[in-house]
């Protein structure tokens, strides 16, 4: 069965950085198309980045120039680094691919 398993979160102040990593298993990966999703309380799950089998990432305008996706298919693991981080991207990140979805890892950037 397919499983996506999310770490890397924490706590960090302004400005600081974090890097999440997302490995799957039970699939073909390097197929696929994986997104990073965010949703903080009361808030709807947002897009932030996503990067095709073949390696080509798109991104949230709201984390251009901040965050990188990028994957590994040897270790079926894609990555989202985020730099300069902001108190309104706290929220807990899950990665998507195809129809699975992981359960999250908690991000909270504090003041």
């Known amino acids: 069965q397919l499983q996506l398993v999310e770490s890397g979160g924490g706590s960090v102040q302004p400005g600081g950085s974090l890097r999440l990593s997302c490995v799957v298993s039970g699939s073909i990966f390097y197929i696929y198309t994986v997104t990073w999703y965010r949703q903080a309380p009361g808030n709807q799950r947002e897009l932030v980045a996503s990067?095709?089998?073949?390696?080509?990432?798109n991104y949230a305008d709201f984390v251009r120039g901040r965050f990188t996706i990028s994957r590994d298919n040897f270790k079926n693991t894609v990555y989202l680094q985020m730099n300069s981080l902001k108190p309104e991207d706290t929220a807990i990140y899950f990665c998507?691919?195809?129809?699975?979805w992981g359960r999250g890892t908690q991000v909270t950037v504090s003041l």
């Open positions: 990067i095709t089998g073949g390696g080509i990432p």
């Open positions: 998507q691919m195809a129809r699975g």
